[in-house]
């Protein structure tokens, strides 16, 4: 049998999974409320939260999967990309832990981890999972790209933004609003309520497959200030059409390239990863885009959307399987490679 204990902590989430024969046993994530009233994770805090976290997380997910630490055959880790400091500490911890129990070290990239969430497979539910080859929009707080994945470690990227990430910009907007940190849920929630058609942003105009929305944060940042001298309650007074008519624009600036891969690729199993993949939004998009083109969909879970070790566990059993196992002197990398 194989044990893979994986690690992630790569940004603001502590977590720890433990997978057997590539089935999920466990999945223990502590989040770091500390960051809220800064309205953005601050990289010092995280670190330090991480070192508090790492030992009891570690812990908790060995008992939970009833899994001994004797019993693991390797440790996978997320290795980056992601904030140095805090991924130093995951990092750290895993290579310590596997020199003391002799087993290998396998290094994850936290996004192809984000990709490999829809294989993570659960004791009695049902799995079904992408067929290769297919494409995958990942939209996190740091990125927005489209990616063909070709097999489990083949994966190019067709497209990804220039500038800010799909979820940066959303968190942005919602803390020009005066709304919590994260912006995202709080988006989605207040969008729920409102008219997605009751103002426009700016759309960006750039080529290929790529990805724009700095201009639509400039956008909205402009417009919102003009609203609030005729009203300064503007903001109390309209925020469910605001987040609604902010999700449409940039569910379609996402669906718009989307579209585009598929069409040129011909490859109509779609998915979707990345914690903007919880925007009930998005997730509509898809499948009225599954109706209407007659794409298939896969849309993850929404504990496999944001951060957590079960798809740096499951990413790195398909690794192990086969025997790529990486040196103990690698360093963590903050930006891709
Ligand atoms: O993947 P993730 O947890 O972290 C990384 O960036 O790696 O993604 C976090 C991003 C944040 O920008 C957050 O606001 C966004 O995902 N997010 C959402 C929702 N839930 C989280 N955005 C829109 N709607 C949501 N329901």
């Not at 070709?150 to 190019?156: E, G, I, L, V």
């Not at 409102?194 to 426009?200: C, I, R, T, V």
């Not at 605001?242 to 989307?258: G, Y």
């Not at 885009?289 to 944001?306: E, H, L, M």
Request: hydrophobic fraction near 40%.
């Amino acid at each position: 049998m194989i044990y893979i204990l994986a690690i992630e902590s790569s940004c603001d989430d502590t977590s720890a999974a433990v997978l057997r024969d590539g089935v999920l046993l466990s999945n223990v994530t502590a989040s770091q409320a500390v960051h809220e009233q800064y309205g953005g994770v601050v990289p010092e805090l995280a670190s330090r939260a991480h070192e508090q976290n790492i030992v009891p997380v570690v812990d908790q997910a060995l008992k939970r999967a009833g899994v001994e630490k004797e019993q693991l055959s390797a440790i996978a880790f997320t290795r980056g990309p992601g904030l140095m400091g805090s991924l130093l500490v995951g990092v750290n911890f895993a290579k310590g832990l596997a020199l003391s129990l002799g087993i290998p070290l396998i290094d994850v990239n936290h996004l192809q981890g984000h990709v490999l969430a829809h294989f993570i497979r659960e004791e009695g539910e049902p799995y079904s999972p992408p067929p290769f080859p297919f494409l995958c929009l990942l939209v996190s707080g740091g990125n927005s790209q489209i990616i063909r994945v070709n097999a489990y470690n083949d994966m190019q990227i067709l497209g990804q933004t220039i500038d800010d990430a799909a979820g940066e910009a959303i968190d942005k907007c919602s803390k020009v609003m005066g709304l919590g940190y994260p912006g995202g849920p709080i988006i989605d929630r207040l969008a729920r309520q409102g008219n997605p058609d009751a103002y426009q942003f700016a759309k960006p105009n750039i080529p290929g497959y790529d990805y724009s929305f700095s201009g639509l944060k400039t956008s909205f940042l402009y417009s919102l200030r003009d609203w609030l001298k005729d009203d300064p309650d503007f903001i109390e007074h309209h925020k469910e059409d605001l987040a609604a008519s902010l999700e449409k624009t940039i569910v379609d600036i996402l669906m718009k390239k989307l579209r585009m891969a598929v069409k040129e690729t011909g490859i109509t199993h779609v998915a979707v990863a990345g914690g903007v993949s919880a925007n009930n939004g998005l997730r509509n998009a898809f499948h009225d885009y599954a109706r209407r083109y007659g794409w298939t969909v896969y849309i993850p879970k929404f504990s496999y959307t944001t951060d957590n070790a079960a798809m740096i566990g499951i990413a790195g059993h398909f690794k192990y399987q086969d025997h790529e196992y990486c040196d103990i002197n690698s360093p963590a990398f903050a930006r891709m490679q």
